[in-house]
């Protein structure tokens, strides 16, 4: 299907477990986003990646690391989980800079016991 | 420090009539863009509206505006004959094209009620 997907839309996990999110995005945009969403937070930035093989950090990058060996792919990493990591994770793309539309992925709602 | 103040926690407002969200943003920067994102019920969170800041002109999209003040650096979004469907949270965000990294307020829950 086309746009933007993340896996697995739910997932708990426990303290000190590694767990990775997927995004694939099909319309071949340059830039792509992590966000996660926490009440009272609003969305903060995570890292974003201007095209394959750069990525940046965001407000927020502390915990996680992410990768993007294809322009379509870029998956979060959560090294070692921790409890202030459960959240709600979202990705997003956007055609050729930050400053375009961004469409979002449904999200991934994320619970570290 | 760029940031992106959003006041109204949240709203309620009856159907048909017409809302106002406030927002407000600091930036030193002079070319940026500002958004606002509309994430309703199912979570899925949708461009409602897009401003150029060098653009005078205010984004206009169907029954959502903007009135933007450069000066004033504030950008508040006008919902007219609202609908059900516009119950959501509603985000304004910043991107400084320096960076091009996004700033979003904390939103505004605005409910319609029928």
């Known amino acids: 299907d086309a746009g933007i997907t993340q896996s697995p839309r739910y997932k708990i996990t426990e303290t000190g477990r590694q767990v990775t999110l997927m995004c694939h995005q099909t319309?071949?945009?340059?830039?792509m986003f992590w966000y996660r969403q926490d009440l009272g937070h609003g969305l903060r930035l995570i890292y974003y990646s201007a095209a394959a093989d750069i990525t940046d950090k965001g407000e927020v990058p502390d915990g996680y690391v992410v990768s993007r060996s294809k322009t379509e792919n870029f998956p979060l990493t959560l090294e070692s989980a921790t409890r202030s990591q459960t959240s709600v994770y979202f990705c997003a793309s956007s055609e050729l800079t930050g400053a375009d539309t961004q469409y979002f992925g449904p999200g991934t709602r994320l619970t570290v016991l | 420090a760029q940031t992106v103040t959003q006041s109204q926690p949240e709203m309620s407002v009856q159907e048909a009539e017409t809302v106002t969200l406030s927002c407000t943003y600091d930036?030193?920067?002079?070319?940026?863009?500002l958004f606002w994102y509309k994430q309703p019920p199912s979570r899925q969170m949708i461009l409602v509206i897009r401003?150029?800041?060098?653009?005078?002109q205010n984004a206009t999209e169907n029954r959502f505006s903007v009135n933007f003040q450069k000066a004033a650096k504030s950008f508040s979004l006008k919902i007219s004959d609202s609908q059900l469907g516009d119950t959501a949270m509603y985000f304004c965000?910043?991107?400084?094209?320096?960076?091009?990294?996004?700033?979003f307020g904390k939103g505004t829950r605005l409910h319609i009620l029928p």
């Open positions: 930036t030193s920067e002079s070319n940026y863009y």
């Open positions: 401003q150029e800041a060098y653009k005078q």
């Open positions: 319309w071949s945009h340059s830039y």
């Open positions: 965000a910043l991107v400084p094209r320096r960076d091009d990294k996004i700033i």
